[in-house]
C-alpha cells in the first residue's frame, strides 16, 4: 500500500477505511477477472455457458467478507466472484473455465460448477433453483449436533440465489423447510438474494405479480430485508448484523439485494432487447467499483495513484491465470471415468 | 452367516436395518412424508420416531423436490439421510435432485463432494393403484451413472442390504417391493450386510435360466415348482443389484442352462430385461441354444381393474411358455 493514504473512521466494519480498500481490490480483481474470461470466451477458449458478475460484484464481497471458517457458500452458475472471495487461486478458477486438467474441478464442471470445498464453497449449480434446498439441508446439518462435542453452533450457510429462481417450486418448497426447521433454530441459513432484477431476459415485473421479492419469505416465516447491492457499505453493514443473527438464532434470514447486471446475462448474448442502453446507463452511473472509488477519494482513503497502482495488480494476477490456463494441459483421458462413484468402486461401469 | 436368525417380515426387516443403522450411527436419519409421528403410510419406520426423536425421525411436508433436495446438501455435509418417497411414483417431483445433483454431484466437483443417502420407498405395482401410482422405476434411475440402484425382494436381503445402502457413499435407489411389505423369511441376527453387486440364485436347476429382480422373483420361483413337475429343471437368479449389476452368475448360469427367460413387471421397451438379454449375448453367444426371451408388462399406463392389472403383468403362463419356447417344447 502507497504512502499519503490515510485511514477512514475505524470502528464498525463497513466503515474502516483499511478493509474498505482491501475490499475494493477484491472487488477490481473480480472484474478484471470476468473482463478477461469473456475475452477468453469470444477467442473460444471458454467453452459452454459462461456468466460473469460484472455490476454484482458488492453483494458477494460484502457477505463473503462476513464469512467465518465452518461456513458455507452455495450458489448457481454465476459463481466465478464467490469462488475468488473465498480464496480460490485465480489460476485454477480460470484454467477450469478453460477446461484444463489444472482447473478447481479438473476441467469437468466449467464456469459453472465451481468448487471448493476445503474453503466452504459447495459449489455452483446449473439448474435455475435447485440448489437451494441443498443449501437449507446444509444448514440442518450444521445444527443436527447441537449439544454435542461435535456440535457446530457457530456455522452458517450463504444461500445465494437470482431474483429468476423464486419462481420455481424448489425455492417455494426449501423456504418452507427453511423457516419450518428455523423455528427450532435448526437452520442457520442467510437467503442472499442478488436480485438483478432480470432471469435472462425476463424481469421481475415480467415474472411475478407481486414485485416485493423480500416479501415472499414473510409466507415462509422468514425475516427479511432489502439493501442497496451497490453500496459496499451498506452491504457490509447489513451482512455484519444478519449474519450475527442466523449465526445466533439457527434461524433463517433473507436479503434482498437490489443489484444490477450490467454485462449480457451470458457471454454469447449479443442482443439485448430486453432492456435499453439507457437503463444499462443509468446503472452503470452506480457501478459498485465507481461508487466505492469516489468514496475512498472523497474520505482520502485513497489516491489516484493507488487506484491505478491496484488495477495493475489485479491485470497482473488476471493475466498469470490466463496464461497459466492457456499452457496447462487438458485432463488425462483416464480422468473420463474417475470422480463417478465415492469409495471403493470409483467408476462400476468400465471393465 | 450370523448365528441366529429370527422370521420377519419384509416390513420389519426395513424398519430393522434402518434401526439398527441408526443406533450404530449417529449420523444416519429419516425424512419424510407421514414417516414419524403416523408411522409411514406403510408402516415401515412406525415407532422409530419415539426411539429416535423427531430431529432424526423427521416428518415433511408434502414436497418431493424440496426435501430430498434438502437431503441431498445434508449429505454432502457428512450426514447420512434416509428419505421415503411415499411411493417412488413421487420421485418424479425429485427426479431433478435426484439426477442433477445426487447423482452427477461427485463428478462435477471434480470429486470433491459425495452425498452418501439412500432414497426408498415401494416400487412397482400389483395392488390396483392405477396408472400414477404404478410405476417401476428401475430403469428410470438405473440410467444414471453416479447413482446405485438396488431392489431386494427377501427380507433378509432388505435388512441385510439396507445396512449396505447406508453405509455406502453414494446416493442409492432403495427399490423395495411394496407389494411384499408383509411377507415373511429368515432374517439373519445382527450386521447381516449383503454386498451389492451379486446376484443370489434363489433355485439352482440345469435346463433354463429364469431372471428377475424384485417381487417377479417370488413369480419364477412359483414357475420353477411347476416346471418341475414337468421335469424342466429351471435356475432362478435373483438379481437383486442392478446397479452395480452382477455379469458374471448370470453369464456363469447360461453356460450351465443354455437359455435363458428374463422376466420384469415394467414395460419391454427399454427395459432391464433389454439389458440382460444384451450382456448375455455379447459374453455367452456361444453358449445359448435358442434367443434369449423377454417377459415384460404390457406397454400400457396401469390399469385399475383387478383383471386388467394381472393382465398388465408377467404371469406365470407367460413365463413358463417362454422358458418352454426357449427348450424348443412349446411353439410360438
Ligand atoms: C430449471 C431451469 N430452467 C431454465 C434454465 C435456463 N436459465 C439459465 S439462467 C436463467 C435465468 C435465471 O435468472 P436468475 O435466477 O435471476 O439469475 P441471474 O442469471 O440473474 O443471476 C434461465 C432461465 C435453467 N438453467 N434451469
Redesign the pocket.
Known amino acids: 500500500m502507497s504512502e499519503g493514504k490515510k485511514q477512514a473512521e475505524s470502528g464498525s466494519v463497513a466503515t474502516n477505511g483499511e478493509r474498505l480498500v482491501e475490499l475494493y481490490r477484491k472487488m477490481v480483481e473480480i472484474r478484471t477477472f470476468e473482463e478477461a474470461t469473456q475475452k477468453g470466451f469470444r477467442q473460444g477458449k471458454v467453452g459452454g455457458y459462461l456468466?460473469v458478475y460484472i455490476g454484482q460484484e458488492a453483494v458477494a464481497t460484502g457477505f463473503i467478507d462476513h464469512k467465518q471458517d465452518g461456513d458455507k457458500v452455495i450458489t448457481?452458475y454465476?459463481d466465478h466472484a464467490h469462488a475468488l472471495l473465498l480464496g480460490a487461486d485465480p489460476k485454477e478458477v480460470m484454467a477450469e473455465l478453460y477446461g484444463k486438467g489444472t482447473g478447481m474441478v479438473k476441467g469437468k464442471g466449467g464456469s459453472m460448477h465451481l468448487f471448493d470445498v476445503e474453503r466452504g464453497l459447495m459449489g455452483g449449480y446449473?439448474?435455475?433453483?435447485g440448489h437451494i434446498p441443498l443449501g437449507v439441508g446444509m444448514a440442518y446439518a450444521m445444527r443436527y449436533h447441537e449439544g454435542s462435542e461435535e456440535s457446530d453452533e457457530d456455522s452458517m450457510v450463504q444461500l445465494y440465489l437470482?431474483?429468476?429462481?423464486m419462481h420455481?417450486a424448489a425455492f417455494h418448497e426449501a423456504a418452507n423447510l427453511s423457516g419450518l426447521w428455523g423455528k427450532e433454530g435448526w437452520n442457520p441459513c442467510l437467503f442472499i438474494l442478488?436480485n438483478?432484477q432480470?432471469?435472462?431476459g425476463t424481469s421481475v415485473e415480467r415474472s411475478t405479480a407481486m414485485t416485493d421479492l423480500a416479501a415472499k419469505f414473510d409466507a415462509y416465516g422468514i425475516e427479511n430485508e432489502k439493501v442497496d447491492g451497490m453500496d459496499l457499505e451498506a452491504v457490509l453493514e447489513c451482512a455484519e448484523r444478519v449474519t450475527q443473527k442466523v449465526r445466533e438464532t439457527g434461524q433463517p434470514h433473507a436479503v434482498d439485494v437490489i443489484t444490477y447486471?450490467t454485462a449480457p446475462?451470458g457471454a454469447g448474448d449479443f442482443f439485448e432487447k430486453y432492456r435499453t442502453k439507457e437503463e444499462v446507463e443509468q446503472w452503470r452511473e452506480r457501478d459498485p467499483i465507481g461508487l466505492l472509488e469516489k468514496k475512498l477519494l472523497d474520505r482520502e482513503a485513497v489516491t489516484e495513484g493507488d487506484l491505478e497502482e491496484y488495477q495493475n495488480e489485479a491485470r497482473e494476477t488476471v493475466n498469470e491465470a490466463v496464461k497459466f490456463a492457456d499452457e496447462s494441459e487438458e485432463p488425462d483421458i483416464s480422468e473420463l471415468y474417475t470422480d463417478v462413484y465415492a469409495g471403493a468402486d470409483e467408476y462400476m461401469g468400465e471393465e | 452367516m450370523a448365528e441366529s436368525s429370527e422370521t420377519r417380515t419384509y416390513r420389519e426387516a426395513l424398519r430393522a436395518g434402518m434401526s439398527e443403522e441408526m443406533e450404530r450411527d449417529e449420523d444416519v436419519l429419516l425424512m419424510g412424508e407421514d414417516i414419524g409421528v403416523y408411522g409411514g403410510t406403510h408402516l415401515i419406520t412406525d415407532g422409530l420416531i419415539d426411539t429416535f426423536g423427531p430431529k432424526r425421525v423427521m416428518d415433511t411436508p408434502i414436497s418431493e423436490g424440496g426435501f430430498t433436495g434438502a437431503a441431498i446438501g445434508m449429505a454432502m455435509m457428512g450426514l447420512k439421510p434416509v428419505v421415503e418417497m411415499m411411493t417412488w411414483n413421487f420421485s418424479f417431483l425429485a427426479a431433478d435432485q435426484i439426477i442433477q445433483n445426487a447423482a452427477k454431484l461427485r463428478y462435477f466437483s471434480g470429486g470433491q463432494v459425495q452425498v452418501p443417502m439412500v432414497i426408498r420407498g415401494p416400487n412397482g405395482g400389483g395392488v390396483q393403484l392405477s396408472a400414477q401410482h404404478t410405476h417401476s422405476l428401475e430403469s428410470f434411475y438405473g440410467h444414471f451413472p453416479g447413482l446405485k440402484v438396488v431392489a431386494p425382494v427377501t427380507p433378509n436381503d432388505a435388512k441385510g442390504m439396507m445396512l449396505t445402502a447406508i453405509r455406502d457413499p453414494n446416493p442409492i435407489i432403495f427399490l423395495e417391493a411394496g407389494a411384499l411389505y408383509g411377507t415373511k423369511g429368515e432374517v439373519e441376527d445382527g450386521d447381516n450386510a449383503v454386498p451389492f453387486g451379486q446376484a443370489r440364485i434363489a433355485r439352482e436347476g440345469s435346463d433354463v435360466t429364469l431372471i428377475s429382480y424384485g417381487r417377479q422373483v417370488n413369480l419364477l420361483l412359483r414357475v420353477a415348482d411347476t416346471l418341475a413337475d414337468e421335469g424342466i429343471q429351471a435356475e432362478v437368479i435373483d438379481l437383486r443389484s442392478l446397479r452395480p449389476f452382477d455379469e458374471k452368475t448370470i453369464v456363469e448360469s447360461v453356460q450351465k442352462t443354455h437359455r435363458a427367460v428374463v422376466v420384469q413387471e415394467q414395460w419391454k421397451w427399454f427395459g432391464v430385461a433389454s439389458e440382460v438379454a444384451a450382456i448375455i449375448q455379447e459374453q455367452a453367444f456361444d453358449h445359448l441354444d435358442a434367443p434369449v426371451e423377454r417377459v415384460s408388462g404390457a406397454e400400457v399406463p396401469a390399469p385399475y381393474a383387478r383383471n386388467l392389472e394381472i393382465e398388465a403383468f408377467p404371469g406365470e403362463e407367460q413365463v413358463a411358455s417362454a422358458a418352454k419356447r426357449v427348450l424348443y417344447q412349446e411353439v410360438v
Do not use: K, P
Open positions: 456468466h448457481a454465476r446449473g439448474i435455475v433453483a437470482g431474483d429468476g429462481s420455481n442478488e438483478n432480470y432471469g435472462m447486471r446475462h
